[in-house]
Structure formats: structure tokens, C-alpha cells
């Protein structure tokens, strides 16, 4: 037998126990045919062979980002980008840039600004967005946390003033002197104005969804677990698999409220229902991760539970009773606690349990989800953000030495696996590894190269209940490959990030990178 596609002269990193490395791989169709060396592949190729010299360029199995919005990110790249701001002048700039082209009442929105990063050191406030933009309603989210700035137009348009009430578990920013409304909001205040933002049309949401998933693909990614935030998506993704627009493998996480809207969908190796997904409580930011005691700089929170634990089993037990794999964000040790008892009541199937970022931890919690074979998923770049935007220490004295434990779990046998959670964060794979690695507010829980690498391959497949088909290199397996330029082992941890992605190869069909 020929091969369709062979890659030569390769430096492969398997993520195979038995064949950790090789220099050539022989691909038929669509599947791993031969991993070896160049002379034990060479036999295989015919004058219909794709040839792939890669003169030692690095081969990884297909990346997977288990934590992906999809459709939030088209959305986001039709958004001005704030990240490079450097100064409150420069950013009325950007929106003056941006009002001239376009109609005067249609909103302006933007995301990525930080004070911390402008010369000013303060946050933009009604005055300095009027002035850039009197003509359209403003809304710039900020780069962490939940926090939103707006203009006058954006306020009358939402029917926000000065009476208005913020609502439970969100504040709305006003002048200490005169308390008049400062333009800024933050958490469940928000959606205030977020409410009076128009949705999209369909055809505008499918462009920029399809564009959202070219540049995916170009940050080296080969599948997705693509988190489905409104029922609008579903018809989105039925489309751009039916047009032959999705780049890449598409596991699709619906809330569990929408499982039945997604009956009749198309089912095969590039798009499949995964899991349905569950919200057992808050985030660690705004302290609404639910804790079992009160977090230590505010004595009287230990955050709150969004699920009653009869509310979870239920909803757990739809999801396995759907076929589906239940996965469930909760963060705190009360949360995980009320999911793993759910867990553990829930009849079982084979269907692997999946918790998101199961951040607030202790060593009978870690006990117990080794025991039920539960799957930890995180966002590396999230734990990042957490430790930048606040001090753990603080918040949860003592309790912050299991926070995020990662190497903990992987070495007491817990399988973890990582996204990007884009668009609330960067999307870049490399990224998330080079946090894994460098780890600089817990050194202890630091992961190596390869550990880091697996949390994106062989374990991302494992939590999908795909590692029978990817994760790895090796025969039989799905032909999906990441090519870096670089070794990510060789260009030192502050670098990895800077790794540039190549190719890649999906369903043994070579994608340049850019």
C-alpha cells in the first residue's frame, strides 16, 4: 500500500509511550499509516504521494483546544482591538478611527484595555468616550475581569441613568463627590448595557464565525471543543459543516437546556454533540466560586452555589441519560464537593466526567476525582489572569497552595486537560504551554514541555473520549499534525509563545499556516 501523504526529516514528538520519537510518518487517506525513519518510510512513497521534506521542523499530534467560543471569537475579531493601547489619547484615536467608518447610531465596540498599561493609570471614563465618538454608543470590555466602559449614547440607548439600580452581584462606578455615573461596569452590571447591544444577523454571524475559524486553524489547532454560549450558534455550525467551511474538528458543548435542540444534528469524525455543559457556580474573581469557608479578606463570602444539589444530579443525569458528557464548571472546593456527589450518584455509562477548572482544591477532593476517573479541563491563561488580577494569598490564605494544583493531580494519576477559553482569552496554544511551564506564582506546580504538550494532544483527546482516534502519532490513528518551526524544548520557556506554527495537517490534508 502507498501512502497519500508522507513527511520526511521531521523532528516528531509522538506522545507515544512506545515510539516517543521518529523522523518520517506515512499517511493513507486519512489515517496514520507507518511512523519510523525516513528509510523505513521511503518504500511507501509513490509518484501520487505527497512529499513533506520538513528539514527537522518539529511535528506534533494535532492540537486540541478543549474551551473554545467559537462564535463569541467571529464576533470579537468584528471588535476594535484595545490590547496595544497605551495611553487614553491613543485610545480615543482608535474609536475615532473607528467611528468614521461607521453609520452614525450603530455601536462601537471594543475589548482588551487595561489602565494599568496607559500613561494616565486610570480608566476611561463618559467624558473621554463622548468626545471620541458623540455619535455612536460605546462599549470597550476591559482585558480581565468583567469590567465595561461606555459613553452618554450607550447609557440613553441602554436606558441606564442615574436612578438606575446596579443589580445583585454587579456595581456601577459614580463620582465619590458627586455620584454621578462614571461610564463604568462591572460584573452582572454589565449585561445593563450589554441587554441593549444588537444581535448579529445570521449571515453576519456565519462570516465571521467561518473567518474565526480560519484564524484558529492558523494558530496550529486541528479540533475544538467549541462552547456554545445561545441556540443562535446551532444553525451556525450546521452550515459551516454542510458548506465544507470548518477547518478543523468540532466537538460541540451545548448548555444542558439546549440538548434537544441539537437531535438532528450531523454526527461524524468533524462534528459531534460532546457534552453538555453545567455551572455549578461563580468565578474566583468576583468571589463567587463557592467555597466551604469564607474567603480570608472577606470573612462574611464563601460565594455561592448556582445549582441546588438536586438542581446538579438532575442535570448531570440528563446529560449521561442524553448520551452526552456532562461538564461541569466549578471552581470552588464547596462546588466540586456538591459535583462530585452528584457524580458519584449518577448511574454510570461509559461516558467520562469532565469538571472545568477545578481551581479551589484539597487532597480528599484530589482522591476523589482519581477514583471516578474525572477528567480536570483548564484554561492556563485563565490561572494567569486570576493570580494578576488579584493575590491569592489574600483571598484564600493557606487554601492557595492546592489552587490550580496541576502537577499535583497529573501525578497522583488525574487526567487534565487545557483550552485557550477564547475570546476572554488569548488564542494561542503556545501561550497556554509556555504558562503551563513557567508557572511563576507556583513553581511547584510547574509542568514540563512534554507535560504541557500532552495537556493539548493525548490528554485533550482523552477528556473528548477520543484517544482510540487522535492525540497521538501513531498507526491507525487520525492523520492530524501541528508543524512548528522550533523544538518548543529548545527555545527556552519565556519563548515558546514565539514558536511560528507552520502547518497543519488535517484529516491528512496539508493546511498552510498563513
Known amino acids: 500500500m502507498s501512502a497519500t501523504l508522507v513527511i520526511l526529516n521531521a523532528n516528531i514528538k509522538t ?16 489515517m496514520i499509516l507507518k511512523v519510523g525513519t525516513n528509510r523505513q518510510i521511503q518504500p511507501l512513497i509513490s509518484k501520487d504521494t505527497q512529499v513533506l521534506d520538513l528539514e527537522g521542523k518539529t511535528v506534533l499530534p494535532g492540537l486540541i483546544d478543549t474551551h473554545i467560543h467559537v462564535a463569541d471569537y467571529g464576533r470579537c475579531l468584528m471588535w476594535l482591538d484595545l490590547t496595544p493601547v497605551a495611553s487614553l489619547a491613543e485610545l480615543k484615536q482608535q474609536i475615532q478611527k473607528k467611528a468614521k467608518v461607521t453609520p452614525k447610531g450603530n455601536w462601537i465596540i471594543g475589548q482588551g484595555w487595561n489602565e494599568t498599561r496607559f500613561k494616565e493609570k486610570r ?35 441602554a436606558g441606564v441613568t442615574q436612578k438606575t439600580h446596579a443589580p445583585q452581584d454587579g456595581t456601577i462606578d459614580r463620582d465619590p463627590k458627586t455620584g454621578k455615573l462614571l461610564g463604568i461596569f462591572r460584573d452582572a452590571a454589565t449585561s445593563l448595557i450589554w441587554q441593549a447591544v444588537p444581535e448579529p444577523n445570521e449571515a453576519t454571524l456565519l462570516e465571521a464565525t467561518a473567518y474565526a475559524a480560519q484564524k484558529i486553524t492558523t494558530a496550529g489547532i486541528t479540533s475544538v471543543a467549541w462552547l456554545v454560549i445561545s441556540e443562535a450558534e446551532l444553525p451556525i455550525i450546521k452550515k459551516l459543516y454542510l458548506q465544507r467551511r470548518l477547518p478543523f474538528r468540532v466537538n460541540v458543548l451545548v448548555p444542558e437546556a439546549l440538548l434537544e435542540k441539537t437531535t438532528d444534528f450531523p454526527r461524524d469524525n ?7 455543559f453545567i455551572i455549578a457556580d461563580g468565578y474566583l474573581d468576583s468571589k463567587e466560586a463557592a467555597l466551604t469557608k469564607p474567603y480570608s479578606d472577606d470573612p462574611k463570602n464563601c460565594g455561592k452555589m448556582l445549582l441546588t444539589p438536586q ?11 442524553f448520551g452526552v458528557q456532562p461538564v461541569i464548571h466549578a471552581m470552588g472546593d464547596k462546588a466540586i464537593n456538591a459535583v462530585l456527589t452528584a457524580i458519584e450518584q449518577t448511574p454510570k455509562r461509559q461516558i467520562r466526567f ?26 492556563p491563561k485563565v490561572i494567569a489572569t486570576e493570580f494578576a488580577v488579584w493575590s491569592a494569598d489574600q483571598r484564600l490564605g493557606n487554601r492557595a497552595q492546592l489552587l490550580h494544583p496541576l502537577k499535583t493531580l497529573l ?30 506564582n507556583d513553581p511547584k506546580q510547574r509542568l ?37 518551526s522550533k523544538d518548543p524544548q529548545t527555545v527556552g520557556p519565556d519563548n515558546i509563545k514565539d514558536v511560528p506554527v507552520e502547518y497543519v495537517v488535517v484529516d491528512g490534508k496539508v493546511l498552510r499556516s498563513n
Open 448 to 484: 514540563s514541555i512534554d507535560e504541557a504538550i500532552a495537556l493539548y494532544t493525548l490528554n485533550a483527546a482523552y477528556c473528548l473520549g477520543e484517544e482510540a482516534l487522535r492525540g497521538s502519532i501513531e498507526k491507525d490513528k487520525l492523520a492530524d499534525f501541528t508543524v512548528l
Open 411 to 440: 501525578d497522583s494519576g488525574v487526567a487534565v486537560a487545557a483550552g485557550s477559553d477564547c475570546p476572554m482569552e488569548p488564542l494561542s496554544v503556545l501561550l497556554g504551554m509556555q504558562e503551563l511551564v513557567l508557572r511563576p
Open 311 to 321: 438542581q446538579l444530579t438532575t442535570a448531570v443525569g440528563r446529560a449521561v441519560a
Open 354 to 379: 469532565r469538571i472545568e477548572q477545578a481551581a479551589v482544591l484539597n487532597k480528599p477532593l484530589i482522591a476523589r476525582l482519581k477514583k471516578q476517573n474525572i477528567v480536570v479541563s483548564i484554561q
Open 15 to 30: 506522545m507515544n509511550t512506545k515510539q516517543p520519537t521518529a523522523q518520517a510518518v506515512a499517511v493513507c487517506n486519512n
Open 123 to 157: 480608566m476611561p471614563r463618559i467624558s473621554d468616550l463622548d468626545g471620541a465618538a458623540p455619535n455612536h454608543p460605546v462599549i470597550l470590555y476591559r482585558e480581565a475581569a468583567m469590567i465595561c466602559a461606555v459613553n452618554s449614547l450607550a447609557l440613553k440607548t
Open 270 to 276: 468533524f462534528l459531534r454533540i460532546c457534552g453538555a
